[in-house]
């Protein structure tokens, strides 16, 4: 395990951070101070900031990447990444709609490798990962209902072992693993978008997102949310 961590990203400076550069046109990213968030009866996981993305229904991205941190994911190399994100009570997206939260590229706007995302299935919520947003039979792991799954903090984490002809990516939830993706021709690693990528229209609401971790060994969930003193003073 690297010490402390490969990346670490909190977006406690109330910007994106480490992250090299930010998309967002429509105006519908942010990294709001708890004091605003607590308005709307909502607040990071853990520290004074988060990542906030309100999606407004329409098929804009909206994200934050990284050009360089990433680049050690290379053939052969196996790494972890773990975040946490939040869907608001009026989070809402149409069955069968999609949409990433996190992108693996070998090309830059152009090939990705790895993504993992919110989908709905009937009447489920459900975290998915695979190649790309369109490859088929991705491996799912159910959140809950369109309401038992709102307004919850979850654990996501990728184990993804990079390979030219027979990568894998293995995803959890909570700790709570998914059936491994096997079998993925892929490039090398430049660049990962991280956030709101090809919502289908109809998508709104609030997602957050926090506590981004990139490591060569396993991160796992946390045991506590809050630290000492933050869990006192909580």
């Given at each position: 395990m690297?010490?402390?961590?490969?990346?670490?990203?909190g977006?406690?400076?109330?910007?994106?951070?480490l992250?090299?550069?930010?998309?967002?046109?429509?105006?519908?990213?942010?990294?709001?101070?708890?004091?605003?968030?607590?308005?709307?009866?909502?607040?990071?996981?853990?520290?004074?900031?988060?990542?906030?993305?309100a999606?407004?229904?329409?098929?804009?991205?909206?994200?934050?990447?990284?050009?360089?941190?990433?680049?050690?994911?290379?053939?052969?190399?196996?790494?972890?990444?773990?975040?946490?994100?939040?869907?608001?009570?009026?989070?809402?997206m149409?069955?069968?709609?999609?949409?990433?939260?996190?992108?693996?590229?070998?090309?830059?706007n152009?090939?990705?490798?790895?993504?993992?995302?919110?989908?709905?299935?009937?009447?489920?919520?459900?975290?998915?990962?695979?190649?790309?947003?369109?490859?088929?039979?991705?491996?799912?792991?159910?959140?809950?209902?369109?309401?038992t799954?709102?307004?919850?903090?979850?654990c996501?984490?990728l184990?993804?072992?990079?390979?030219?002809?027979?990568?894998?990516?293995?995803?959890?939830?909570?700790?709570?693993?998914?059936?491994?993706?096997?079998?993925?021709?892929?490039?090398d690693?430049v660049?990962?978008?991280?956030g709101?990528?090809?919502?289908?229209?109809?998508?709104?609401?609030?997602?957050?997102?926090?506590?981004?971790?990139y490591d060569?060994?396993?991160?796992?969930?946390?045991?506590?949310?809050?630290?000492?003193?933050?869990?006192?003073?909580?």
């Amino acid at each position: 395990m690297a010490f402390p961590w490969i990346m670490a990203e909190g977006f406690e400076s109330g910007g994106r951070g480490l992250f090299t550069a930010e998309t967002d046109t429509a105006t519908i990213l942010d990294f709001p101070h708890f004091t605003e968030l607590a308005r709307s009866g909502r607040t990071p996981y853990r520290g004074a900031y988060a990542m906030r993305i309100a999606p407004n229904g329409g098929t804009t991205t909206a994200h934050v990447r990284e050009d360089s941190l990433f680049d050690d994911l290379d053939a052969g190399v196996t790494r972890f990444i773990r975040w946490y994100f939040y869907l608001g009570r009026n989070f809402a997206m149409a069955d069968a709609d999609k949409f990433s939260m996190i992108e693996f590229e070998s090309v830059l706007n152009t090939t990705t490798e790895v993504a993992a995302g919110i989908q709905r299935s009937s009447g489920n919520i459900e975290f998915w990962y695979n190649e790309t947003t369109a490859a088929a039979s991705p491996s799912t792991i159910v959140l809950g209902t369109t309401t038992t799954a709102l307004n919850r903090w979850f654990c996501a984490e990728l184990k993804i072992v990079l390979h030219a002809s027979a990568g894998t990516i293995d995803g959890y939830i909570n700790d709570a693993a998914g059936t491994q993706i096997t079998g993925l021709a892929q490039g090398d690693i430049v660049d990962v978008k991280f956030g709101l990528v090809g919502p289908d229209a109809g998508t709104s609401g609030v997602i957050l997102f926090d506590d981004l971790i990139y490591d060569d060994a396993q991160i796992y969930a946390d045991r506590k949310r809050y630290r000492v003193p933050n869990a006192q003073m909580t």
